[in-house]
Protein backbone atom coordinates (compact mmCIF):
# COMPACT_ATOMS: atom_id res chain seq x y z
CA UNK A 1 0.00 0.00 0.00
CA UNK A 2 1.44 3.52 -1.01
CA UNK A 3 -0.32 6.55 0.40
CA UNK A 4 0.55 9.69 -1.65
CA UNK A 5 -0.39 13.38 -0.15
CA UNK A 6 -0.16 16.61 -2.35
CA UNK A 7 0.62 20.19 -1.15
CA UNK A 8 1.34 23.23 -2.46
CA UNK A 9 -1.74 24.14 -4.05
CA UNK A 10 -3.65 27.49 -3.53
CA UNK A 11 -4.34 30.77 -5.78
CA UNK A 12 -2.02 32.38 -8.27
CA UNK A 13 -2.84 34.86 -11.26
CA UNK A 14 -3.17 34.12 -14.76
CA UNK A 15 0.20 33.87 -15.71
CA UNK A 16 1.66 33.37 -12.46
CA UNK A 17 3.57 30.09 -10.89
CA UNK A 18 2.72 27.58 -8.59
CA UNK A 19 4.64 24.05 -7.75
CA UNK A 20 2.94 21.25 -6.66
CA UNK A 21 4.39 18.37 -4.15
CA UNK A 22 3.63 14.48 -3.56
CA UNK A 23 5.12 12.92 -0.92
CA UNK A 24 4.93 8.97 -1.19
CA UNK A 25 5.10 6.71 1.85
CA UNK A 26 7.03 3.73 0.58
CA UNK A 27 10.40 2.19 0.64
CA UNK A 28 10.34 1.38 -3.62
CA UNK A 29 9.65 4.99 -4.34
CA UNK A 30 11.71 4.80 -7.32
CA UNK A 31 9.82 1.42 -8.84
CA UNK A 32 6.72 3.62 -9.33
CA UNK A 33 5.68 5.53 -12.50
CA UNK A 34 4.10 8.63 -11.00
CA UNK A 35 1.66 10.95 -12.49
CA UNK A 36 -0.20 14.40 -12.31
CA UNK A 37 -4.08 14.38 -13.13
CA UNK A 38 -6.35 16.88 -12.95
CA UNK A 39 -10.05 17.48 -12.54
CA UNK A 40 -12.15 20.68 -13.12
CA UNK A 41 -15.55 21.46 -11.85
CA UNK A 42 -18.00 19.81 -14.22
CA UNK A 43 -15.64 18.20 -16.36
CA UNK A 44 -13.60 14.56 -16.30
CA UNK A 45 -10.34 13.61 -14.46
CA UNK A 46 -7.33 14.03 -16.94
CA UNK A 47 -3.74 13.28 -17.01
CA UNK A 48 -1.51 16.37 -17.03
CA UNK A 49 2.20 14.73 -17.14
CA UNK A 50 3.73 11.47 -16.02
CA UNK A 51 7.27 10.34 -15.04
CA UNK A 52 8.84 6.90 -15.50
CA UNK A 53 10.73 5.21 -13.61
CA UNK A 54 13.94 6.38 -15.97
CA UNK A 55 12.86 10.05 -15.42
CA UNK A 56 11.00 10.03 -19.10
CA UNK A 57 8.45 12.18 -19.36
CA UNK A 58 5.07 12.38 -21.24
CA UNK A 59 2.46 15.71 -20.96
CA UNK A 60 -0.62 17.08 -21.91
CA UNK A 61 -0.59 19.41 -25.56
CA UNK A 62 -2.48 21.62 -23.07
CA UNK A 63 0.34 22.00 -20.59
CA UNK A 64 3.75 21.57 -22.70
CA UNK A 65 5.80 24.26 -22.81
CA UNK A 66 4.37 25.60 -19.20
CA UNK A 67 4.55 22.79 -16.77
CA UNK A 68 7.35 20.56 -15.25
CA UNK A 69 6.96 17.36 -13.82
CA UNK A 70 10.13 15.55 -11.80
CA UNK A 71 11.10 13.39 -9.28
CA UNK A 72 13.15 13.07 -5.81
CA UNK A 73 13.58 9.54 -5.48
CA UNK A 74 16.01 10.13 -2.44
CA UNK A 75 13.04 12.44 -0.69
CA UNK A 76 10.07 10.21 -2.47
CA UNK A 77 8.42 13.27 -3.80
CA UNK A 78 7.01 14.14 -7.18
CA UNK A 79 6.74 17.85 -8.33
CA UNK A 80 4.49 19.92 -10.56
CA UNK A 81 6.08 23.43 -11.14
CA UNK A 82 3.30 25.17 -13.18
CA UNK A 83 3.88 28.74 -14.88
CA UNK A 84 2.30 31.05 -17.00
CA UNK A 85 -0.63 29.64 -15.50
CA UNK A 86 -3.90 30.03 -17.29
CA UNK A 87 -7.39 30.22 -16.12
CA UNK A 88 -8.36 26.56 -17.53
CA UNK A 89 -5.78 25.19 -15.52
CA UNK A 90 -7.84 25.57 -12.03
CA UNK A 91 -8.29 22.27 -10.85
CA UNK A 92 -8.16 19.46 -7.66
CA UNK A 93 -4.85 18.08 -9.24
CA UNK A 94 -3.90 14.77 -7.75
CA UNK A 95 -1.15 12.69 -7.89
CA UNK A 96 -1.02 8.57 -8.55
CA UNK A 97 1.20 5.92 -8.98
CA UNK A 98 1.78 2.63 -10.55
CA UNK A 99 4.36 0.04 -10.12
CA UNK A 100 5.60 -0.29 -13.82
CA UNK A 101 8.21 1.10 -15.45
CA UNK A 102 6.45 3.60 -17.16
CA UNK A 103 2.73 4.80 -18.00
CA UNK A 104 1.07 7.43 -19.95
CA UNK A 105 -1.56 10.41 -18.95
CA UNK A 106 -4.34 7.12 -19.92
CA UNK A 107 -2.61 4.58 -17.61
CA UNK A 108 -5.01 3.16 -14.69
CA UNK A 109 -3.01 4.12 -11.79
CA UNK A 110 -3.33 2.00 -8.64
CA UNK A 111 -3.10 4.64 -5.98
CA UNK A 112 -3.85 8.64 -5.59
CA UNK A 113 -3.93 11.00 -2.83
CA UNK A 114 -6.38 13.07 -2.24
CA UNK A 115 -5.90 15.97 -4.29
CA UNK A 116 -4.88 19.87 -3.94
CA UNK A 117 -6.64 22.73 -5.07
CA UNK A 118 -5.58 24.86 -7.67
CA UNK A 119 -7.40 28.34 -8.71
CA UNK A 120 -6.15 30.71 -11.53
CA UNK A 121 -7.70 33.75 -11.38
CA UNK A 122 -7.74 36.86 -13.64
Known amino acids: QVQLQESGGGSAQAGGSLRLSCVAS????????MGWFRQAPGKEREGVAT???????SYADSVKGRFTISRDNVKNTLYLQMNSAKLEDTAMYYC????????????????WGKGTPVTISS
Open 96 to 111: AARRLYSCSRYSTMDY
Open 26 to 33: TNSYSDYC
Open 51 to 57: IGRDGST
